[in-house]
């Protein structure tokens, strides 16, 4: 009893230690230039020769209520679109096993993991190509679509793992006293899926509400949230009042919708039913035909769109001319830099964020696992902050506090590795908690009693058990990494410039030439992210979605 006792001490003190890393790289990261943004506000607010005002009358100037109202207007019915779109592929993917399985996760997922200039470009061929009839252009409808193709994803991985998780004796129990199908999915299976739906859509609610990217590229520059008017005031008026005003109102509604996002997490693993594995069963009849119309909604929605990404990166003009002057493009210098030498740097820099990533993640997931109560709560929301934070708000933050240090350690290469890790590090953390969870507690008990002590333990009994989520792990923080745009855009320099960035500037510059080269590079991007999620579908566990 006492060697135990002492052994859940150390474990516990060898969790906080482990948090101590975490920690301090979010407070550098994450909490620095965040509280020098807001202190520059207050500072230059009560300047006397700029004139101070209170927060109520900057939110009035900016409008914030109105810009409130439209964000979590826009974020809903994106959350309703995704959730509409998605309901046929979870069905899909409840009765999909082994290759199948595999192509259709890959297809769901690329479109999560791709930077959100490339789906931007993507929805902006689409729409000035295929469906140029119907004169969507841009606009809402233009950024409502590309957000629900973005967060399919989200909720197929979520609600499909716990469509599988599902005993099936409670259904095979229902039809035996002779309920229909669909009486018997109304009152046993959806109910005990209610709580993987809250969780999907309170992710996606979160992401959509810190939209930038996809609004910018596809609003025609008339759509205002407050993400974009945040850039508007900081960048283009340098209204740092307004500005910081804004962003404490966005980070309310982030901090809020992660609260939400735990509670309802936290209610759909507890609410977990599963004792036994579902047993696959052939598809027939009618379940055939709706899994045939599931697969073309598929294809049309998320695969379709890149097609023509890559399409018109071969025909970027309206005259139908076919052309490899954008692929070509690549090659050429554009600002000194060329586009391939931008690809390397950016393979370079989302590896060395993966292996921060790793590092830093594998220590908090720890931390939290070993973690109880109030405090694993706490943590786990702290830990998805970054993840939901506006990158606008977090980039501008940045450059105050680059402007304040030495020139040597303000050009440092690793500024944007660790900057892009900060984003990815939630992810790793999502993934592994979980996989840490499932590790028998009896195996690392007996490890213990026979003198093993933490280290020891984690090496011999932790890693080799979730290796394969470490893997999956590594894969989405390379391709997060690779695609981060927003806080990167503020940092990147002519040698430090990462391919979303490029393309984004290539977006902002007349000429068809310029369109093909982004549409060259955007596939290129394409092809990576789908290689990674491969590799991904390939390592990670089978009795869990990784997300």
């Given at each position: ?6 052994s ?20 550098v990261?994450f ?7 807001v ?5 230059q ?9 209170s ?14 109202g439209v964000t979590?207007?826009?974020?809903a ?5 995704a959730l509409m779109?998605a309901?046929p ?7 999909l096993r082994?290759?199948?399985?595999m192509i259709?996760?890959v297809v769901?997922?690329?479109p999560?993991v ?8 993507a ?8 469906l140029?009839?119907?004169h969507?252009?841009s ?9 629900a193709f973005l ?14 998780g ?21 009152t ?5 899926l ?5 969780a999907?859509?309170t992710?996606i ?6 939209s930038?990217g996809?609004i910018?590229?596809?609003g025609?520059g008339?759509?205002?949230t407050?993400?974009t ?13 307004e500005?910081v005003?804004l ?8 901090v809020?919708?992660?609260?939400l ?7 759909s ?20 035909v709706?899994?045939?119309?599931a ?6 929605g ?5 097609v ?14 076919w ?7 690549l ?18 820099s ?8 790793l590092v ?6 720890i ?5 109880r109560?109030?405090?694993?709560t706490v ?9 939901g ?5 977090l ?20 500024i944007?590795?660790?900057v892009q890790a900060l984003i ?13 969870d ?6 690392r008990a007996a490890?213990?009693?026979l ?5 020891r333990v984690?090496?011999?009994i ?17 391709v997060?990494?690779?695609?981060e ?6 940092l ?5 410039t990462?391919?979303?960035?490029l ?7 007349p000429?068809a030439?310029q369109l093909a080269?982004?549409?060259?590079a955007?596939?290129l991007?394409v092809v990576?992210?789908?290689?990674a ?7 990670r566990?089978r009795?869990r979605a990784?997300?």
């Amino acid at each position: 009893m006492a060697q135990r006792s002492r052994s859940l001490n150390s474990n516990r003190l060898g969790g906080w230690l482990l948090a101590a890393v975490p920690v301090v790289f979010l407070g550098v990261l994450f909490v620095w230039p965040v509280a020098a943004l807001v202190w520059r506000a207050i500072s230059q607010n009560g300047d006397a020769a700029t004139g101070s005002a209170s927060l109520g009358e900057l939110f009035t100037r900016t409008h914030a209520a109105h810009l409130l109202g439209v964000t979590l207007a826009q974020a809903a019915a994106s959350t309703a679109l995704a959730l509409m779109v998605a309901a046929p592929i979870v069905w899909l993917s409840s009765r999909l096993r082994g290759a199948s399985a595999m192509i259709l996760s890959v297809v769901v997922t690329v479109p999560f993991v791709l930077p959100t200039v490339v789906v931007g470009v993507a929805f902006r061929a689409v729409f000035d190509g295929p469906l140029a009839f119907a004169h969507i252009g841009s606009g809402w409808w233009a950024v409502l679509a590309a957000h629900a193709f973005l967060n399919v994803a989200v909720v197929v991985r979520v609600v499909s793992a716990a469509w599988r998780g599902l005993d099936t004796r409670a259904l095979d129990a229902a039809r035996t006293l002779g309920a229909g199908r669909f009486r018997a999915w109304r009152t046993v299976i959806a109910p005990a899926l209610l709580p993987a739906v809250g969780a999907a859509a309170t992710l996606i609610f979160l992401f959509c509400s810190t939209s930038f990217g996809v609004i910018i590229i596809l609003g025609g520059g008339t759509l205002r949230t407050l993400e974009t008017e945040i850039y508007q005031q900081a960048i283009g008026y340098f209204r740092i009042p307004e500005a910081v005003a804004l962003s404490l109102l966005q980070i309310v509604v982030v901090v809020v919708a992660l609260l939400l996002t735990r509670l309802v997490t936290a209610r759909s693993r507890s609410s977990a039913t599963s004792t036994r594995a579902p047993r696959r069963r052939r598809l027939r009849g009618w379940a055939r035909v709706s899994a045939t119309l599931a697969w073309a909604l598929t294809i049309v929605g998320l695969v379709v769109p890149i097609v023509v990404l890559a399409v018109r990166s071969v025909r970027p003009g309206r005259d139908g001319a076919w052309t490899l002057a954008g692929y070509r493009a690549l090659a050429e210098p554009v600002n000194g830099v060329t586009p391939l030498a931008t690809l390397r740097y950016s393979f370079l820099s989302a590896l060395l964020a993966m292996l921060i990533a790793l590092v830093v993640g594998v220590m908090a997931a720890i931390a939290l696992h070993t973690a109880r109560g109030a405090a694993r709560t706490v943590g786990a929301v702290l830990a998805l902050i970054p993840l939901g934070i506006s990158a606008v708000t977090l980039g501008f933050g940045y450059l105050i506090v680059l402007s304040e240090l030495p020139a040597r350690t303000a050009s440092s290469p690793l500024i944007i590795p660790c900057v892009q890790a900060l984003i990815a590090i939630p992810v790793v953390i999502g993934i592994l908690v979980p996989a840490l969870d499932a590790v028998p507690d009896r195996a690392r008990a007996a490890a213990a009693t026979l003198g093993a002590g933490p280290l020891r333990v984690l090496r011999t009994i932790d890693l080799p058990a979730i290796g394969r989520s470490l893997a999956a792990a590594a894969g989405f923080a390379f391709v997060m990494a690779l695609g981060e745009f927003g806080a990167t855009s503020f940092l990147a320099r002519a040698d430090t410039t990462t391919l979303p960035v490029l393309i984004g500037s290539a977006l902002n510059r007349p000429g068809a030439t310029q369109l093909a080269t982004a549409m060259a590079a955007s596939m290129l991007l394409v092809v990576a992210t789908a290689v990674a999620m491969l590799a991904v579908e390939v390592l990670r566990p089978r009795s869990r979605a990784v997300l």
